[in-house]
């Protein structure tokens, strides 16, 4: 889910950070920020792209994940990067507009692409990918370099559950966030329709398989992002910025 704002979706970069003193850092900073654009230009043309042959399929995608790993080895050290992903209308946008804005908004459209939002916190720059649920077939082209991924889940709808899970079972097993110990947190949004927190058994029917979880550091939040007040938000995004710099 998208804010509705007016402009294209998969190419926003908002919330710039604030120049350094150190223009060499700074250089560093720009050239990123150029870096991270451009990328986002790329991949969102690919999803737009006409339905091609399998074989130009698998050209395409290796072009990609070659300019996703160029981009993230060379952003290392430059900022902190956390990917939301969930399944559409789990409540994404929410979580990012609370994130950087702390709004509440009610009214959204899907996410057509994905969203980058950069804020600075303690003289870092932290990155928010929000990737479209459509999308999901195309989510580990997003994963690299990512230190925490929050999987937003819309707990009042059960019948999604099993898909939740197989999503989950496929980001668990996938071998670059094994390596890159990237860290989890499961937000199970939409409390206020439940009418209150989901039992440790229902819960547990939404995770993978505990073995695939081991090499993972995996925070369960309960919440609604639409009523959670703004101290109860500040606990998550507390809890997400803690790992990330951990």
Partial sequence: MGASDGRSPGRHNDNQPSSVKKESKGEKMALCAVGGATLAYVLYKWYQRPTTSHEEELKETEEIEEATAEFDEYRKGNSNKVLALGLPASGKSSMVARFIYDE???????????????????????????????????????????????????????????????????????????????????????????????????????????????????????????????????????????????
């Fill in 104 to 246: 509440a908004k009610t009214e959204y459209e899907p996410t057509n692409g994905f969203n980058i939002k950069n804020m600075s916190m303690d003289g870092k720059t932290v990155e928010i990918w929000e990737i479209g649920g459509s999308m999901s077939k195309y989510w580990y082209t997003y994963l690299p370099g990512t230190g925490v991924l929050v999987f937003v889940i819309d707990a009042s709808d059960s019948s999604n559950f099993p898909a939740v899970r197989l999503e989950l079972q496929k980001l668990f097993d996938n071998d670059g966030l094994k390596l890159e110990k990237t860290k989890f947190v499961l937000l199970l949004n939409k409390q206020d329709l439940t009418g209150g927190s989901l039992d440790k058994d229902t819960i547990n029917s939404i995770l993978p398989n505990e073995s695939c979880m081991k090499d993972h550091v995996v925070k369960i939040v309960q919440t609604s992002l639409l009523q959670a007040t703004v101290d109860e938000f500040n606990t998550i995004k507390n809890t997400v910025l803690e790992l990330l710099y951990q």
